[in-house]
C-alpha cells in the first residue's frame, strides 16, 4: 500500500518535477514555479484534518492539490516565475545595495540611466527561444487543452509532417505545366534521356519553365518526408543531387507525370500521394471532430466549412 512506502511522496515528487521540467521552455527554472505553489500551500482551502493513513487519504490529497493548486497556476508558469524572480531580486537588492548584471539581462530590472539600450538587445529571447516550440509547451500545459483547442492541439502533435502541405502547390503546379507543355509531344525515351536543365534553357517558353522550376525545386528540397507511398508501393525520399544540381543530374521523366507503367516519376506521385493523405487527414479530423459532433454543440455554433473559409474568418 502507498501508506507503507514512506518513500512514495518523495518518489512521487520527483516524477512530477522530471515532467514538469519537460513542460517548461527553462526547465532549469521549474524549481521556482515550485517555491511558489509551496507558498500557496499554506491557504486554508488546501488544508486536510485528519492523518495520511489510507491508500484513499494520500489520493484525496494529491487530487486537492492538482485541482486547487496545479490546475490554478500552470497557465502562468512562465509570468510567476518571472515575478518570483523579480521579488527575490529586490530583496537581494535591499540586502546589498547592488544591482547584479544578471537581472538586467533577465529583464527582471532595469535602469536606462546605466543601460539605455538594454531594452533593443533582448539577449534571452532573440536567439535562444523557438516561438513553435514555446507555443507547444504553452499548449500542453493547458488543462483540457484537447478539448479546448482540438484542431489546434491536433496539428501541434505532428506539425512537422503536416509543415509539408504547404509545399504542395508550387510542386503541384510545375508538373501540371509540364503534362499540359509535353502532353502527347514528347516520347517516353527523349524524357528518359534529357535532363530537366535542357528545357530551362531551350524553347520559346523556357523563361516560364525556369520560374516555375525555381518555385518547385525551392519546395522539393524543404519536404520533410523520409518515406512515401503509392498504391502498395514504397519509396524512401532521399535527395540524391545537391539543389544546384538537381536540373542536371535529373531526367525530365521524373517530373513528368504519366498513367503508364513507367515508374520514373513513382516518387514524385507518391510525394503528391502523401501530401494529400495529410491534408484529408485534416479535413476528416475537422469534420469529424467539429462539423459532425453532436456532442459537442460548442464547436458545432462556431464551425465554418473549410471550402467557405474567407480572410475575415481568421
Known sequence: PVVDNPSHLREHFEKDYQLLSQ??????????????????????????????NTNEKVIELEKLLEEKLIFNHIESTANEIKQYKISYSDYIRKQNQEEIIDD??????????????LNFFNVTNIYTSNPIDNFHIRLQTIPYGDQIYPITTFLMKRLHQYANIQYMYP???FTNYLIEKFNHRI????????????YLTH????????????????AWY????????????????KLESSKE????NTKLAMVLLNTTKDESSILLAACLRTIGEL????????????????????????????????????
Not at 524549481?31 to 485528519?50: R, S, T
Not at 516520347?187 to 535542357?198: F, H, P, Q, V
Not at 544540381?245 to 542536371?248: E, L, R, V, Y
Open 279 to 314: 491534408q484529408n487527414e485534416i479535413v476528416n479530423f475537422f469534420h469529424n471532430k467539429i462539423i459532425n459532433d453532436n456532442d459537442n454543440q460548442r464547436y458545432r455554433r462556431n464551425a465554418i466549412p473549410i471550402q467557405s473559409i474567407r480572410p475575415e474568418h481568421t
Open 245 to 248: 544540381d538537381f536540373a542536371t
Open 203 to 218: 524553347g520559346f517558353d523556357c523563361e516560364t519553365t525556369s520560374r516555375l522550376y525555381k518555385d518547385f525545386i525551392d
Open 171 to 173: 510542386i503541384v503546379t
Open 104 to 117: 538586467f539581462i533577465d529583464e527582471i530590472s532595469q535602469n536606462e540611466h546605466k543601460y539605455p539600450l
Open 23 to 52: 513542460q517548461i521552455t527553462e526547465s532549469e527554472q521549474c524549481y521556482i514555479w515550485l517555491y511558489q505553489l509551496i507558498n500557496h500551500m499554506v491557504n486554508k482551502d488546501l488544508i486536510l484534518k485528519g492523518f495520511m
Open 187 to 198: 516520347k517516353r525515351n527523349d524524357a528518359s534521356e534529357t535532363s530537366i536543365s535542357y
Open 222 to 237: 524543404e519536404l520533410n518526408l523520409k518515406e512515401v507511398r503509392f498504391g502498395c508501393q514504397s519509396v524512401n525520399f
